[in-house]
Structure formats: structure tokens, C-alpha cells
């Protein structure tokens, strides 16, 4: 996961062949919960596999 200037903001390793976005949940709520309490506004970016309702 990368924020709007690039830098990495967490990454993860997933075993074997399963889908893009699995595990979606334990990747992203760490990096929202880290900046809910900033007023500094940060833009993240998905690929496709992200764009599902639940996420």
C-alpha cells in the first residue's frame, strides 16, 4: 500500500496462489487507525482486486 507521494505505507507476503485481496482487512485497518487521529489527509491507491463493496 502506497500513499499519494509514493512511500510505502505497509506491504504484505500472502502464501501460494490466492487472490489480490485477500486478507484486505488486517493490511489496511493498521495504516487507517494510525492516521484517524492526524488532520494531515493522506490518499491511498488499490488495484482492481480492492474494488469490492466489503473493502
Do not use: I, T
Request: charged share 25%; glycine share 6%; with cysteine.
Amino acid at each position: 500500500m502506497f500513499n499519494q507521494f509514493g512511500d510505502l505505507e505497509r506491504s504484505a507476503l500472502r502464501p501460494g496462489n490466492v487472490h489480490s485481496a485477500d486478507g484486505w482487512k488486517d493490511l489496511l485497518e493498521p495504516v487507517v487507525a494510525r492516521y484517524r487521529q492526524c488532520e494531515l489527509r493522506r490518499y491511498f491507491s488499490a488495484d482492481a482486486a480492492c474494488a469490492s463493496p466489503e473493502v
